[in-house]
């Protein structure tokens, strides 16, 4: 069973930085580029970003563009997202997604974990 | 930036009816489209990707179609777990990005 299971949200104030965490399980994790997709209070989803099955390429919204950082460490099957310069409007539900394809960035998301909060607030 | 429309805003149908969900791309997306379902407090669920296909495990009821900049999802009969948000999502090359819609919500009437 494909599990997904985000770690390191919390409060922080403006300015503040976070680094989440997304540990994966039930499939090989090193074939399947992985994102990271938000969803604000009420709100709909907003993508942020994206890193390819080996973490060669990366890719950003520019809203996050210089201040989150996306990174996979293959060998413990888990995915990073360092971000810093925190915003209000960054305020979310940060949910880490599997991409459909198989050694390729399909950028359609078949799994989905159950997200993380990120408050960012003074 | 493709922005995707969806319409109507919210959907009320009953247990059995068709429902007919639009969702519109300010430019041409091809067929790079993609339709999810969220209930609340859950994450999302992917149903269609590319337009027409269905994900493992999505009942027949669903379909999708459209190409270009018109698409549509179609549930043929309306079950009770069917009631929820629905967004459909789109990947480009170029202007690169992905987007979704700011999603329709298909209430009981």
């Known amino acids: 069973e494909v599990q997904l299971v985000e770690s390191g949200g919390g409060v922080v104030q403006p300015g503040g930085s976070l680094r989440l965490s997304c540990s994966a399980s039930g499939f090989t994790f090193s074939n399947y580029a992985i994102h990271w997709v938000r969803q604000a209070p009420g709100k709909g989803l907003e993508y942020v970003s994206a890193i390819s099955f080996n973490g060669d390429s990366t890719f950003y919204i520019d809203s996050v563009k210089g201040r989150f950082t996306i990174s996979r460490d293959n060998s413990k099957n888990t995915l990073y997202l360092q971000m810093t310069s925190l915003r209000v409007e960054d305020t979310a539900l940060y949910y880490c997604v599997k991409d459909w394809g198989n050694g390729v960035s399909t950028y359609y998301f078949d799994f989905w974990g159950q997200g993380i909060p990120v408050t960012v607030s003074s | 930036e493709i922005i995707l429309t969806q319409s109507p805003a919210t959907l009320s149908l009953s247990p059995g009816e068709r429902a007919t969900l639009s969702c519109r791309a300010s430019?041409?997306?091809?067929?790079?489209l993609a339709w999810y379902q969220q209930k609340p407090g859950q994450a999302p669920r992917l149903l269609m990707y590319d337009a027409s296909k269905r994900a493992t495990g999505i009942p027949a009821r669903f379909s999708g179609s459209g190409s270009g900049t018109d698409f549509t999802l179609t549930i043929s009969s309306l079950e009770h777990e069917d009631f929820a948000v629905y967004y459909c999502?789109?990947?480009?090359?170029?202007?690169?990005?992905?987007?979704f819609g700011q999603g329709t919500r298909l209430e009981i009437k």
């Open positions: 430019q041409s997306v091809s067929t790079f």
């Open positions: 999502q789109q990947r480009s090359k170029w202007p690169p990005g992905i987007t």
